[in-house]
């Protein structure tokens, strides 16, 4: 069975950065598509970035644009998320995802087409 452990959260002050790390382990990592999703308290789950097989064509939520980069390292099965100048509302658990899509070059940002979920790291960001 697939699981995905995340690492890296903490609490940082705004306009700092924090990597995330996400580690898949009881699969190919090259089938997967894979993505980064968050849920800050009271809020529904959203979208922050994702990445396709090959690990072209990454996509972001305008929230996140020019400010996080997500990567691949298929040698350590390993994903990460790269976060730059962080805001207050940055601050949510971070989840990171899976998706078995057939192009090795579509990133996705549907939430539907994710199949596998990691348990979350907390990333909490204060002024």
């Known amino acids: 069975q697939v699981q995905l452990i995340e690492s890296g959260g903490g609490l940082v002050q705004a306009g700092d950065s924090l990597k995330l790390s996400c580690i898949l382990s009881?699969?190919?990592?090259?089938?997967?598509?894979m993505g980064w999703f968050r849920q800050a308290p009271g809020k529904e789950r959203e979208f922050v970035a994702a990445?396709?097989?090959?690990?072209?064509?990454?996509v972001y939520a305008d929230s996140v644009q020019g400010r996080f980069t997500m990567s691949r390292d298929s040698a350590k099965n390993a994903v990460y998320l790269q976060m730059s100048s962080l805001k207050l509302e940055d601050t949510a658990v971070y989840y990171c995802?899976?998706?078995?899509?057939?192009?090795?070059?579509?990133?996705?940002?549907?939430?539907?087409?994710?199949?596998?979920w990691g348990q979350g790291t907390q990333v909490t960001v204060s002024s």
């Open positions: 009881g699969g190919t990592f090259s089938s997967y598509a």
């Open positions: 990445i396709s097989r090959s690990g072209r064509n990454p």
């Open positions: 995802t899976a998706a078995t899509i057939y192009s090795s070059t579509r990133s996705s940002a549907r939430e539907s087409e994710y199949i596998y």
